[in-house]
Every structure is written in C-alpha cells, then in structure tokens.
C-alpha cells in the first residue's frame, strides 16, 4: 500500500507581476469583495466580473441576482474599478442543471455546486475573462494553491470551517496555473473586518447559502417543478409498511424530516431515516434511530476521478471527505476497471450517498475526488 505523503514539498504558486490584469468573480458577496480589494491593493488592474448563472423564469422573490448585482456594482464603484457582466444562464443549465435533474430522477442526490465550479467558475468564466484580455483570474474561494513539480496543486484553506477545496476538487488542474485564490490564507472574521475597515458595503452582508436557483422555498416545490414524483409504500427494513412516500427523487439517504411516519401509535418516538432506495419496486425504506446499522457503509465505488496535479499511485491510503466540513477519514483507494477506484474506510460511514462526491486529502493538498456511484459493506 502507498501512502500519500502529509507533507509533500510543495513550491509556492506563482504571482502576477505589478500591473497585471486580473480579472475577479464578483458575487456581490462580502468574500469576493476582499477578494477584488487585495488584488486592488496589490498594485494589479483589476476588473470585476458578475456572473448571471440562472434566469429568474419565476420572478424574483427567490433568486437575488438583481440584489447581488447592485451590491458587486457598489462595490466596484468604492474600489473604483469596472464591473462587467456575463450571463451564463444556458451554459450553466446544460453543463450544471441538466445533470442535476438526470441524478434526481435516477435517484441519487448531487451537488450542482462541485459542477458549478468546474464547468462555469472555472471554465465558462475563465475563457470570458481572458476574452476581456485578463492574464490572471480570481475568486473569493477559500482555499489555496502550490507546486508539485510542474503541476498546480490544490491546497486547504487556512480557515478549516471555511475550507472550500471540497467544492473545487472537479476542476481540472491545468485550469489553476493563472487563477488566484486571495483569501487562502485568511480566517473568515478576519475578511469581515477587512471589509468593514475599507468601507466596503458588503462588510455584514449575511453569507449566501444553498443552492443558487432554489433560494428560500422548499427544495421539493422546486423539485417537483421538474421531476415527476411516482408515489409508493415507505418500509422498514424489517418489511412493515409503514407509509407512502411522494417519489423516490425527494428523498436523500440519513434524511430524517418529512417521510410522515413519525406519529404512529405504536412507535416510542425514535426518528426514522432513510436507508435505500428500492427502484425497481419504487419503495423507500426506513430504519429507527440515528445510530442504525442500515445507515452505515465502509466501502464506496467513485467514478469519473479528476486527480490535481501529479496522479497518485494506487493502491493508497490517505484520507477523505464525503461531504462538505466533515472530519477528514482514514481510508485506502484501489484501482478498478473503467476507470472506477473502491474506497475502503477505517470507520464505516454514516449515510453514504450516491450522486455525491468522495474527495482525496494528504495534508493540505487536495488530491481530487469522485462522485459516488455505489456503496457496500465489507464482508466481515
């Protein structure tokens, strides 16, 4: 078995030289803005860019975009820089939206925001900005890059809570060799009063979350919108019915609210969760307690890898996540056909669940990821 180095001798990323352009996605969040102040600061001519990812078909009452615009133009204007804007809207559908409708309906649960980076922020945006003749881009992500040898490498970023490298794994290396990560190396209270300090108006702006087109409404009236729900029976692993669920493509493994079994006489009050997905018999099955063994797997099948910078040698052992901010996990990583790799934990894994992504760390460095195809136990 090899073992990914913690700490491998990394080089320093490289900088812009003084007076380069650089161009910066500016959300109208208070990150991007730090993030478009410092490069400002560091003497290169900076140009903000808002991206429009998503048409607002349904009003506005959900989608900020019009609010984020004016907040990204407010603070373009206090750095005195200019701000273009590009709508991506069809490119953002067909890479990022399309397959998160055909994930839903083949009953696994993704994560547009992994897709958003790789095909829009780090792609779409990317070939825009150098259209604008930038030779550098930037984000406000929290994260950082090096060197190994001749390949960028993805980094952690210094604020453990705010680490986004779990979001970037997707992107193709290649596509960090001029793009600019300023807040890396940054704690997020400090950002705030950085901001604050410059007079930025973003400085207590409430930090954005979810997903982007869904907003504040419940994800499953947005969902229904576009994926056919087939009702059937909710069964205890045992093989009681218990209920009927409203189609498998609203429900997600570990899930615990909204399965409308938790009032029944004869319970003794213990939460149920999901468990599996039944699709040839489109039934949804259930187990009591939050500890329950159906909700723990040691092994997973990841597939369409991006490995960052040099690819490891496999078989390895190193760690990973598999989902945002969880603790990092022990694990071994084989190769199988296809393209495939079997992941092995140490500890077996509470509510794994296909359709998202199991990403690869040796220390600091992000080594890539997959999407999760399958799960199992070991054999005992």
Not at 11 to 16: D, F, G, N, R
Request: proline residues 6%.
């Amino acid at each position: 078995m090899v073992h990914a180095d913690p700490l491998p001798i990394l080089a320093p990323a490289p900088h812009p030289e003084p007076g380069s352009k650089v161009v910066v996605g500016l959300s109208g969040g208070v990150d991007s803005s730090v993030a478009a102040l410092r490069l400002k600061r560091a003497g290169y001519e900076v140009i903000g860019l808002f991206m429009k990812n998503w048409e607002e078909d349904d009003g506005t009452e959900y989608c900020t975009a019009l609010a984020d615009l004016a907040d990204a133009q407010a603070v373009a204007d206090r750095l005195a820089i200019p701000l273009e804007t590009a709508n991506f809207a069809a490119e953002y559908w067909d890479a990022v939206f399309e397959h998160f409708l055909t994930e839903y309906r083949a009953g696994r649960t993704p994560n547009p925001d992994v897709l958003c980076n790789r095909e829009i922020k780090f792609n779409v945006f990317q070939d825009y900005a150098e259209a604008l003749g930038a030779q550098w881009v930037a984000t406000g992500h929290y994260a950082d890059l090096g060197r190994l040898g001749s390949a960028p490498c993805l980094l952690r970023g210094a604020d453990d809570n705010k680490d986004q490298s779990y979001f970037l794994h997707a992107v193709p290396g290649a596509r960090f060799e001029r793009c600019l990560f300023p807040l890396g190396p940054t704690a997020k209270p400090v950002i705030r009063e950085e901001a604050a300090a410059a007079g930025l108006p973003t400085h207590a702006k409430k930090d954005s979350t979810g997903i982007c087109f869904i907003g504040e409404r419940r994800f499953n009236d947005f969902l229904s919108r576009y994926v056919q729900g087939t009702p059937g029976s909710v069964e205890s692993v045992e093989g009681e019915t218990l209920g009927t669920h409203q189609g498998l493509a609203f429900y997600t493994f570990g899930q615990r609210q909204g399965l409308g079994i938790g009032g029944r006489r004869d319970s003794d009050g213990t939460p149920w969760y999901v468990v599996e997905k039944d699709l040839a018999r489109n039934v949804l099955l259930v187990a009591q307690g939050h500890e329950h063994p159906a909700l723990f797997h040691d092994e997973l099948i990841a597939e369409a890898l991006n490995w960052i910078g040099p690819p490891p040698e496999l078989p390895l052992r190193c760690t990973a996540k598999i989902r945002y901010r969880q603790r990092d996990q022990a694990c071994d990583v084989e190769a199988l056909a296809e393209g495939r790799v079997r992941v092995r934990f140490a500890e077996a894994q509470r509510a794994v669940t296909p359709g998202q992504w199991v990403v690869f760390y040796a220390g600091r460095r992000c080594l890539g990821g997959g999407r999760i195809l399958e799960r199992a136990r070991s054999a005992p």
